[in-house]
């Protein structure tokens, strides 16, 4: 789901740009001052896994798969903004030290992966996790990535490159990860269960939730 | 600040998940060349012919997680520990600069 360099018209690239921009000012300053001790190396540890989870390609037979992109599991496990914060460090590294997604298109990227997926990740399972949280957990992974998908359906959609067909793009994107989806959820609910058993005092779930 | 045997010792399960996934990516490379890995994105645009115009301005230092000459499968762990290590460093430098400590 990574864009690369040349697929995006400049000023769309420009636009994603700002909009992540201000996303990660704004996240920033919301943390400026509060996070404590153990948050600091669990951000780090979240990241890290899922840098290597995203290194995992999911060998589906066919010709169309994907792999964990995890911006659910951020922003539950260490809410929205830390959440968008330790996505935007994968994705910069990845970018940077691994070619993978164009310096070009990082807005973008950024913009899909470390905040639509994190965001509406963190929303569904705060709005659902009273009454499920298996279900909460499971639907933050798949819609998170459903949508950021199609985001990334939306921008392309938008270029030259991809003769303006916002209707193709926006199609494959959402049909194939709104299926591809499912796979991403039920990893995003057994990976933040397993922290949840290991370690419960770190997680800002409610204790009645986790019990 | 926690010393690194406190915290290799509390972070312990975490840092074997991450261990297991780096050493199976091998696996994981080999298996989706087998299959003809391809994304939706690079479906679409295979489809509406933008492939042609894909191009990298930065290769990065290990491109496409492979160390240019070295045996493409252990430079996968290479890249996946190398990866770890510098995400996981970057997110404790912003974490500190945000006022954690």
Aim: hydrophobic content about 55%; proline content about 4%.
């Amino acid at each position: 789901m990574h864009i690369p360099d040349g697929f995006m018209d400049l000023w769309i690239c420009a636009v994603m740009y700002i909009i992540s921009a201000v996303v990660i000012v704004y996240s920033a300053r919301k943390l400026k001052g509060k996070l404590e001790g153990p948050q600091v190396p669990l951000i780090g540890m979240v990241a890290a896994g899922i840098f290597a989870a995203q290194m995992l390609n999911w060998p589906i037979p066919g010709g169309t798969s994907a792999h964990f992109v995890g911006g659910a599991i951020a922003g539950i496990l260490l809410g929205p903004y830390a959440g968008c914060l330790s996505m935007v460090s994968v994705l910069t590294i990845q970018c940077l030290v691994f070619g993978d997604g164009g310096i070009t298109a990082l807005g973008a990227n950024i913009f899909s992966m470390a905040i639509v997926d994190v965001f509406v990740g963190y929303w569904i399972f705060t709005a659902l996790r009273q009454r499920n949280l298996d279900v909460s957990l499971f639907l933050a992974g798949w819609i998170g990535i459903w949508l950021g998908a199609t985001a990334t359906g939306v921008v392309l959609g938008v270029s030259s490159v991809f003769a303006y067909g916002f209707v193709t793009t926006v199609s494959v994107m959402g049909i194939w990860h709104g299926a591809l989806g499912i796979i991403e959820g039920i990893i995003s609910m057994l990976a933040i269960k397993f922290v949840l058993d290991r370690q419960p005092d770190l997680i800002p779930v409610p204790k009645e939730v986790v019990a | 600040m926690e010393s690194l045997k406190e915290g290799l010792r509390k972070w312990r399960s975490v840092l074997i998940v991450i261990s297991v996934m780096i050493l199976v990516s091998p696996f994981f490379a080999w298996a989706s060349e087998v299959v003809g890995y391809a994304e939706p994105l690079e479906n679409a645009a295979e489809h509406l012919g933008a492939m042609e115009h894909e191009y990298a301005i930065i290769s990065g230092i290990i491109p496409d997680y492979t160390i240019p000459g070295a045996n493409p499968y252990a430079s996968t762990i290479v890249a996946g520990i190398v990866g770890c290590l510098i995400v996981l460093g970057l997110c404790m430098v912003i974490g500190k600069a945000l006022g954690g400590k």
